[in-house]
């Protein structure tokens, strides 16, 4: 149990920077998921928590305590790393049991620590074997209990669900965050995934390019996109995007498509000219019967069951996705419309979310 | 499924094979037959009778005290010959797994030994060594150690088993870095995060995780140091001083063309070839279970 403090931590291998300065507390049992593509310096980052690596600049500190430069056997931490990394030529008991050893912990007091681990798992009739005996899933489990048996201060998980089937995931990830909250352990949790993401996570960090582009809750990153690489990169389908420029005082927006939108709110967005960006998740498209100023021509359309996904584009070429209930209208061209309320606005240049 | 080749007639196939039989039949079977025949022969001194003695030659073997000796110097040799090249070439791999500046040059310097011809290593070493005027034996002289590898049996023997272990370090070393680098970088991070310190790294996760290795290469080198070391120590000490360095390969050479006794050393051959093919059917146990 303990917070986590990361200043300016900063990584360079050689003259290419991975990581730029990034700073972010995390209380007592709180779960921290970095979630990026592939590239964006989030396993770096936590490589430099467990010591792995040393950070070109900045600092780590564990309750408090700096533990930028301590060995990285010293810090008191767990890694659940993505093929597990399992001891392959000890048993499952004593590949949880090998940190305790360690520790020089008397052998019953490992013994049940071991068991009561194995327990929560559904490990214990596994005990005796060898990891290359074990499925996907058990591995999985596995290395979850190497980890939690050590009690550590800080947990650790490099992309832990990717090298499991699809269905198994889904389950895996719902006991991961079981078991993090009831032993209420701080943990940092890297993936690529953002469904994982979304459902595992306190907050998020979203990170792009060495940076954290957003660090907030799941439900913030989703309502309020810091920038426009995170609307884009959470959610799926993604959201889109038009290029449009404000008019009507600031309070409308000329897209390129044509035609003029209301924006949400009263103040205005900015001087008539400014050219922006904006976002509509697929879902938040409304589509009309009666004829509107905008037009999607539909050329693919994806059934997902209960719902369909158009893939369009707008008259100006813009590619456009739209979520409809299923089925969906067989038509050739759909009018649509964007609520203002439902419209994200970002700067052009910069793509930072404007208001 | 096994897949079968289809020729049209039997000539094309016999003669892709006939090279390789050729091979194996004049320098494998012919030798080794020969070798077979002969032990089974008594020839005099001046080669004028030979006569058929059936398995005395053996027997005698068996009951030779001198045979007995040299049996048990040559365990001595491949013992001590295996453990040091082993854990030379254990130690070097260690280093150069690790990523060092130039790290590139080492291993080649590291594998350099074993492309030097044996006799030429024994030259090499004779320089250092040599009593008179060698560069290590005047070092040792500095020390009051009065090395004469010609006259002190002791020390022959040393001298040729650090010969023969030095020119097998890089063989080990070779095998021993392959396996150091396929042992996967985030198990031994995952035993530092357990809390292992590199002493203990080592002992509880990379040793086990070499001991493929580590079997495949005792073999290897038991087999280098009882039959692949003759050129070494016969042109170092030629088996002397007395037989100080009389090993089994040697003693072969030394009674059959020297003492020209042929069906004594034929029949040492034979036995040679019984060890050898004991080794390496040892050997191919373990490649094979390795590769399940």
Excluded at chain 1, 100 to 105: D, I, R, S, T, V
Excluded at chain 1, 251 to 277: H, M, N, Q
């Amino acid at each position: 149990m303990a917070t986590l403090e990361l200043l300016g931590l900063t990584k360079s291998f050689g003259k290419t920077p991975v990581l730029h300065g990034l700073d972010v507390r995390l209380e007592d049992g709180e779960m921290l998921v970095i979630v990026g593509g592939s590239g964006c310096g989030k396993s770096t980052l936590l490589r430099l928590v467990a010591g792995l690596e040393p950070p070109s600049a900045g600092r780590i500190l564990l309750d408090g305590t700096d533990i930028t430069a301590l060995d990285p056997a010293k810090r008191d931490v767990a890694m659940v790393f993505q093929n597990y990394a399992l001891y392959p030529h000890m048993s499952v008991f004593d590949n949880m049991a090998y940190g305790l050893k360690l520790k020089g912990l008397p052998k019953t007091d490992i013994r049940n620590r071991v068991e009561e681990a194995a327990e929560t798992l559904s490990l214990s009739a596994l005990l005796g074997r060898k990891p290359r005996e074990l499925s996907g899933g058990q591995r999985q489990r596995v290395a979850m209990g190497r980890a939690i048996v050590r009690e550590p201060k800080l947990f650790l998980f490099d992309e832990p669900l990717s090298n499991l089937d699809a269905k198994l995931r889904v389950q895996v990830r719902a006991d991961i965050r079981k078991l993090q909250k009831r032993l209420n352990v701080t943990s940092l949790y890297v993936t690529h995934d953002q469904v994982e993401a979304m459902t595992l996570a306190d907050r998020l960090a979203v990170m792009h390019e060495g940076h954290a582009a957003q660090i907030a809750t799941p439900v913030e990153v989703f309502a309020r996109p810091a920038d426009r690489f995170v609307g884009g990169f959470i959610g799926e389908p993604a959201m889109n995007f038009c290029a449009a420029t404000l008019c009507g005082g600031g309070r409308l927006a000329k897209l390129a498509a044509g035609p003029e939108i209301d924006l949400p709110g009263e103040t205005p967005w900015g001087a008539d000219g400014t050219e922006v960006s904006i976002g509509i998740r697929p879902q938040h498209v409304v589509v009309k019967s009666e004829p509107t100023p905008l037009r999607l021509t539909v050329n693919l359309v994806e059934p997902l069951g209960s719902e369909a996904l158009l893939h369009g584009t707008l008259s100006d070429g813009e590619t456009f996705h739209v979520r409809v209930p299923f089925p969906a209208p067989a038509v050739q061209n759909l009018f649509i419309s964007l609520p203002a309320t439902q419209l994200h606005l970002f700067d052009s240049a910069t793509g930072k979310r404007l208001g | 499924m096994e897949r079968r080749t289809l020729f049209n007639s039997r000539l094309l196939p016999a003669v892709l094979v006939a090279p390789q039989l050729a091979i194996t039949f004049i320098f494998f079977l012919l030798p080794a037959g020969g070798a077979f025949y002969q032990s089974t022969q008594s020839t005099d001194a001046f080669g004028l009778n030979t006569v058929f003695v059936g398995l005395r030659n053996f027997a005698s073997l068996v009951t030779s005290p001198q045979y007995h000796e040299a049996l048990v110097r040559t365990a001595v040799f491949c013992v001590i010959v295996t453990n040091l090249s082993m854990a030379g070439g254990l130690v070097f791999a260690s280093f150069a797994n690790r990523s060092i500046h130039g790290r590139f040059l080492y291993r080649i310097l590291l594998i350099w030994p074993y492309a030097i011809a044996p006799a030429l290593t024994s030259v090499i070493f004779v320089f250092l060594f040599q009593p008179q005027i060698g560069l290590i034996t005047n070092l040792l002289a500095g020390f009051g150690i009065n090395f004469n590898y010609a006259t002190n049996s002791n020390q022959a023997l040393a001298l040729v088993v650090l010969i023969a272990a030095w020119k097998q370090v890089s063989y080990n070393f070779i095998f021993y870095l392959a396996a150091l680098q396929s042992v996967p970088r985030s198990i031994i991070e995952a035993a530092t995060l357990d809390g292992a310190r590199s002493f203990h790294r080592f002992r509880t996760m990379i040793w086990p995780m070499l001991m493929p290795t580590t079997l495949f290469l005792v073999v290897t080198n038991l087999v280098y140091s009882a039959f692949d070391t003759f050129d070494v120590i016969y042109a170092l000490t030629g088996g002397g001083p007395g037989t100080a360095t009389d090993v089994l390969v040697v003693k072969v050479y030394r009674d059959g063309v020297i003492n020209l006794d042929l069906g004594g050393s034929a029949a040492q051959s034979v036995l040679l070839m019984a060890g050898i093919v004991g080794l390496i059917i040892m050997q191919f146990r373990i490649t094979t279970r390795r590769s399940t």
